[in-house]
């Protein structure tokens, strides 16, 4: 039934560049991180572990309504505690944010500056700040301000119906209208995810630093250029009077790319009591006050021809944002492209709940809508009684058919076929409930993923040292994904120098300009930057060579000469003939020959910008369902990625597991329960939000194509810390459905869903 056998893929365009770079042995290879020592044995600091004298403690009070004002404030009992030396409330912020701050959304996370009116939005929204001499004295104070509330009832409805929005469509092409109703085979279903936290390990965390003209801000931050830029303006200071650091991050997920409220709190407070103030949110408050993906709900209408193909696919998707924001979680990333289907639309609507500013959270859209795509089509496979992988590489496409565009480079057919052979689908019997192991009924499943491949600029400035190590340091932060380490491999592989010289000095807004780690392009991004650095110190080492007297190089052509090994030689002749780099700045007296590397991003790559640009994947799950118990465990996982070359097999590794795991969370476990009579998420605990355990993981089985992305880059890396999370869902609930016939089509699955089963 099924061919495994590659096609060739002839419509894929004739790379525009000439013979691929072919890169060492460095590229690719499985390294351990080269920070992770500082981790394990705890010398690695986070943004709480910097301590200074004089430092004081801050602790927001949040609010305990989820609708309404504040009638008033009354802080006296708090401002007599001991060790109290500020409380702040929506009296006193605006004249302490600079004059010039902006009002509306500020590339703060929470649009609404904290603190700046009496209006309440959301259970949990900070309503004062408490500072202290210590920590305990602040929790105390906060917990001793007093409000009184004009409450109203807050609006947390789960279900998105409201009459009174208006979508708008962000792709359309041909006519759903009337090619869906006429459509063979149908499905007309609504899926729903809830909203999920990303808690990071971490937590938000800030220490402001004032010296009475420039802050130093402590931030675990996944976009340090973000959070200097946002905070500068916010606090209304200078760019240049603005330092973030941000050296090591417990994770981040999306909610990291901005700053919230907790970081301005912490400035303001220590601009007014000039002391530096560490501010750490709590957990709890980690599920109101630092954002969250936000419910989905979409309906799907899909239609085929009775040989399986596509001829019409519409998605019409809601999602909730908070009173002051207009958050929108683009479920539609990945719908007009995935597929080759000749009509298609997508709509799109935000419904206002009073709940807390969503953001974006790894594979903003495009998880939650892939969950709703990739659900429909398996409904749709079944309806056809055609396999579901099969379904796919029927409808598999080259062109991006939403721009006409060709891909830069689309593998997903193989992603599906290889999937298929590791998993070993062709065993699947795709009767409902027939596969079985022992007392366990065996579920298999299969979805598709895809997210956005994207390149932005960077500067990575590397130093050759006399004392044969190398240095190379930029602004951008390492959330935990592997970024010291590829920065380190990219240098290593531009010069031979071992990666064991060389350090990485990453997470400082006062090093050269690089990216955040965000819509997964950090790695795609700085890894030109890098290459051009090393190149760069190269070129000076080679000046140095030719202009010293004692070299051995002294007036020999540059162009001739060449690093690799870590030594310096004719080009001609091997590495060995020549001298190590550290030789050469000996012999001329410098300590140093210094690399400026600068790379720009895809908007400015006129070449790129004809391709469509995508990283794809396939993911195989399978689920035991144990009728007698009513037990439903994710068993095995085979996740197949093309995300371009692999810099580091190891990290990227990481990033899939990791992801995969987050989807179990996903199918089985995540969702916030906000009470419908003061919008308290309940469950703002790691008791009660439950998340994937070691013993909850299944075993994975990661896999990447590695494919080079010709137009991405040299290396032709793309990144790949959200792809492997989309599609892990959907295959789970197809998993599910074919091991007890029950289609879940609102996460998280639950028991009770299951208990109608009669397999
Ligand atoms: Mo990702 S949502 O860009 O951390």
Partial sequence: MLSYLFEPDDTTPAKPQAAPYAPSAVIGASLSRIDGPLKTTGRATYAVDYNFPRMVYGVAAGSTVGNGTIRSIDTSAAEKMPGVLLILDHDDIGDLLHPSAPNGRSGIGEGRIVLSNNNVGYWGQFVALAVAES????????????VEYDAQKPNVATAL??????????????????????????????????????????????????????FTLYESSQNVDGYYNSLSAALGVPRENVRVISRFIGSGFGSKLSPWPNSVLAATAARKLNRPVKLSVSRKQMFTSTGHRPRTQQRMRIGAAPDGKLVSLQQDYRNHSSIGDNFRENCGEATPFLYSVPNLQVTSAIVKRNVGSPCPMRGPGAVPGLFAVESAMDELAIKLKMDPVEFRVHNDTLTDESNGKPFSSRHYKECLQTGAEKFGWSRRNPAVGSMRKGDLILGWGVAGASWGAGRRG????????????????CASQ????????????????????????????????????????????????????????ADAAVKALIAIATQTNSSPFHEQDPATLTVSKGRIHVMSKPAESGIPFQEVLKLAKVDSATGKGKAGGLGSDSDARNYSMHSFGAQFAEVEWDPGIAKLRVSRVVSVIDGGRIIN????TNQIVGAVVMGVGMALMEQTIYDPRNGHPVNDNFADYLVPTHADAPSIDVHFLDIPDPMIGQYGARGIGEIGLAGIAPAITAAVYHATGIRVRNLPVRIEDLLASEV
């Fill in 161 to 214: 119906d409201d009459a009174d929005v208006t979508p708008n469509v962000p792709s359309k092409r041909g006519d759903t209208d009337t090619a869906f109703p006429s459509a063979p085979v149908q499905v007309d279903e609504t899926y729903s995810t809830p909203t999920e936290m990303h808690n990071p390990m971490e937590m938000h965390s800030s220490i402001a630093v004032w010296d009475g003209k420039s």
């Fill in 478 to 533: 390492d959330i935990g994904t592997g970024t010291y380490t590829v920065v380190a491999q990219i240098v290593s592989d531009r010069t031979g120098i071992p990666v064991g010289k060389i350090d990485v000095v990453l997470g400082d807004s006062s090093l050269p300009p690089g990216p955040g780690s965000g819509g997964s392009t950090c790695t795609a991004s700085i890894v030109p930057g890098a290459a051009d650095g």
């Fill in 458 to 473: 960077s500067e990575v400035t590397v130093v050759l040292k006399d004392d044969g190590t190398v240095q190379a340091s």
């Fill in 135 to 146: 920590f305990e004295q602040a929790q105390a104070a906060a917990a001793a301000v007093h």
């Fill in 649 to 652: 097999k190891k990290t990227a």
